[in-house]
C-alpha cells in the first residue's frame, strides 16, 4: 500500500473530507490531494503532523511494506512502560516480602529445634533396629510440623523467582517451549 493510499484510508476511516485534514495540519487541500493521488509526497515535518494526528508510526506512513497501522502514540507508549514498571514493582515488593517471611520463619524455626530439643524414635514392632531424629528434623516430626517447613520453603522459592523473573523470563520461556514441544511428541 502507498503513502498516498494510506493517508485516504486513515482520512476515511475517520469520516473527515481533504478539507477537514488539510485544515488540521495547515496546507492546501490541492496538496493534499496531490498526496493521497501519489503525484507528490509530503515533507518530513508533514508526515510527522500526519503520524501525530493519525496515531500511527511515520514508518507505517512511508514504507509500503507496513499495510496495517503501527500504533505509535507518546500516550500510548507511557501507558505500558508504566503499567510494565508498576508490575515490575509489585513483582519485586512482593518477592521481597516472601523471600524475607520465609527466611524469618524458617530460621524461627531453626532456633525453636535448638531451644527445644526433640527426639523422634522409630522402632516398628518386632523390628531390632531403630530409627532416631535429632535436631531439626526431630523437631518438626514431634511437632508435626514438617508440612509447614515445606510450605515455607516453597514461599521461599517462589519469592526468589519473583524477584529473579525478568532475568529468568528468558529460561522460563525456553523452559515451557521444551515442555510444549514434549508434549507434542507424546
Not at 49 to 66: C, G, I, K, N, P
Not at 146 to 152: G, I, S, T
Amino acid at each position: 500500500m502507498t503513502f498516498g493510499e494510506k493517508l485516504q484510508l486513515l482520512r476515511k476511516s475517520r469520516g473527515w473530507t481533504q478539507e477537514q485534514l488539510s485544515a488540521q495540519i495547515n496546507i492546501s487541500r490541492q496538496a493534499l490531494s496531490k498526496w493521497e493521488s501519489g503525484a507528490a509526497i509530503p515533507d518530513t515535518e508533514n508526515v510527522i503532523r500526519l503520524s501525530r494526528l493519525f496515531a500511527v508510526s511515520t514508518d507505517y506512513l512511508l514504507l509500503d511494506e507496513y499495510d496495517e497501522p503501527m500504533q505509535s502514540s507518546p500516550e500510548k507508549d507511557c501507558a505500558t512502560a508504566s503499567k510494565k514498571n508498576t508490575a515490575r514493582f509489585w513483582r519485586i515488593i512482593a518477592g521481597s516480602a516472601a523471600t524475607g517471611l520465609s527466611v524469618i520463619i524458617l530460621l524461627v524455626l531453626g532456633v525453636l529445634s535448638s531451644v527445644y530439643p526433640a527426639v523422634y524414635t522409630v522402632s516398628p514392632a518386632g523390628v531390632e533396629w531403630t530409627r532416631v531424629y535429632t535436631g531439626l528434623s526431630g523437631f518438626l516430626k514431634v511437632h508435626h510440623l514438617e508440612w509447614f517447613w515445606w510450605l515455607w520453603v516453597l514461599v521461599l522459592i517462589g519469592g526468589v523467582i519473583a524477584l529473579l523473573y525478568d532475568r529468568m523470563r528468558p529460561v522460563l520461556q525456553r523452559f515451557i517451549e521444551l515442555l510444549h514441544n514434549q508434549s507434542e511428541h507424546l
